[in-house]
């Protein structure tokens, strides 16, 4: 399907100009999908122009119509839903059911903001000059470049283009290289919706040819990210030049608390899916786990029980639960955290390796570790695997201290019986989500984003609309 798209610039497929082959693996067995001609400097510097001038048309284009056509491209990707579903676990190996999941969340981005179109309100201030009055417009940002990680490949391209056209925003996607197909059945269903030319485009290649000069240039406005604190970082410092607009949602390292009174079944019953869901690589999944020491040991036993009978296998099995990491990478870095942790006083429970007999993927088996340390790796840093990292705590104080201690601040979860706990959660907590008795975050409705070295801006919401937007204020006097 990589020789059928490619690159969409100005309303078109097109091959990418540059010598470099991108070669997509397939995680489940480390063979080849297929090849994608790489898009040239020249390539991304014609889809600049083509956004540029798509957005003097979509700017002028009435939010009503904008909407309908919003929808327009949700009815296409409902259409295309098993399409899609399969190219989605192929490129990242998660089973077909998260696969589908997530591109209903994505369809939903294109529904919520299509009705958003509608309610991008202003506001009227009276004025203190006589026979004045003050207005406050919202007016489309620009052109907006928008760079996605790999493991969401559908779901984190429709959070910034659904809301990005929703204001009147041209677009730029620079997807993850591991998974450019699904992009491609996305901008696919863009351009059956019939979307003016130049408003959305897709380039695919290395950051010479595709990041310098969407960075580099002037006319692109914003820039959207969704990847590594590292590499926002790197961004943040790289937008300075032309005073860009930037929403970074960056990496996390999600703890969860266990108070005393919670319902320990339903913990598990709700924690263990979570953390496995694609394999561990979800930027607010459950990472380190805090759990009173009256729960402790039932807590470990029960975790890894659950965690021995996930099957492992093709994301295209639809018996199987949990599929493998991304790449070679990612392997080598999970086993090097495992290691990290047992040389530091930490019991793998369960797991902890590479299994047997399942391929030539990049499979490592659901882990728990028990009595991990605070400066272990598994605590100390995102470990995006299927690595659950278990601690006891026994005093309130500390453990807040101890989920908060860290740079990162994009998730957080707990769980407790207790409704004025559940406020205090809410209150000492230190990130841009929290969950109380609930991981379920992710939501068109609902702005995602973290604080601290997490990130800034937000996805989703009614908020997330305002992220794609100028302010303007009008002193009118008659």
């Known amino acids: 399907m990589y020789n059928n798209y490619g690159l969409f610039i100005d309303g078109e497929w ?47 284009t009435a939010a009503w119509n904008r909407a309908d056509l919003l929808h327009a491209v949700a009815d296409q990707m409902v259409a295309a839903a098993d399409e899609a579903a399969h190219r989605i676990s192929l490129e990242t190996g998660k089973p077909l059911v998260q696969a589908g999941r997530e591109w209903v969340l994505s369809i939903d981005q294109f529904r919520w903001y299509a009705e958003e179109a509608r309610r991008l309100y202003g506001r009227i201030v009276e004025s203190r000059v006589p026979g004045g009055r003050i207005e406050v417009h919202h ?4 052109v907006v470049g928008a760079f996605t990680a790999w493991n969401f490949p559908a779901v984190l391209i429709a959070r910034k283009v659904a809301p990005a056209l929703a204001a009147g925003c041209a677009v730029i996607v620079r997807p993850s290289s591991e998974v450019p197909g699904t992009a491609m059945v996305l901008f696919e269903c863009l351009r059956k919706a ?89 930027c607010v999944t459950a990472d380190r786990f805090y759990v009173h020491e009256s729960l402790y040991d039932r807590f470990v036993e029960g975790f890894a029980q ?76 995102e470990n995006f695997g299927p690595i659950a990292a278990i601690t006891a705590f026994s005093d309130t104080e500390e453990v807040y ?58 996805e989703g919401g009614a908020e997330g609309i305002h992220d794609y937007t100028n302010v303007k204020l009008a002193q009118i006097t008659v």
């Open 306 to 381: 659950r965690a021995q009978l996930l099957k492992l296998g093709s994301g295209l099995d639809e018996t199987t639960q949990m599929g493998p990491l991304i790449n070679q990478r990612r392997l080598d870095a999970i086993e090097a955290v495992v290691s990290d942790a047992i040389g530091r006083g930490a019991r793998v429970v369960t797991g902890g390796k590479r299994p047997e007999g399942i391929g030539a993927g990049y499979f490592f088996e659901p882990t728990v570790l028990a009595d991990v340390p605070d400066d272990a790796l598994a605590m100390a840093e």
């Open 139 to 142: 007016e489309p940002v620009g």
């Open 14 to 60: 097109r091959k990418g100009s540059s010598d470099t082959v991108i070669s997509v693996l397939n995680p489940v067995t480390a063979e080849v999908l297929g090849d994608v001609q790489a898009a040239s400097f020249e390539d991304t510097e014609a889809a600049i122009e083509a956004a540029a001038a798509g957005f003097e048309t979509w700017r002028a």
């Open 194 to 282: 019939g979307l003016p030319k130049g408003v959305v485009n897709l380039v695919v290649g290395p950051t010479s040819s595709t990041y310098d000069p969407v960075l580099a240039s002037p006319v692109v406005r914003k820039i959207s990210l969704t990847g590594s604190t590292r590499i926002g970082q790197q961004m943040i410092r790289d937008s300075a030049d032309t005073v860009k607009r930037v929403s970074m949602e960056l990496g996390g390292n999600a703890p969860v608390i266990v108070f005393e009174d919670a319902d320990l079944e339903q913990v598990l019953d709700l924690c263990v899916p979570t953390k496995y869901a694609n394999a561990g690589q979800v």
């Open 401 to 458: 201290a101890r989920a908060n201690s860290l740079p990162v601040g994009l998730a957080a979860y707990a769980f407790t019986r207790d409704p004025a706990r559940m406020r205090e959660v809410v209150a000492r907590l230190e990130a841009g989500m929290v969950g109380v008795n609930s991981f379920a975050l992710a939501a068109a409705e609902a702005p995602f984003g973290g604080i601290k070295d997490s990130g800034m801006g937000r």
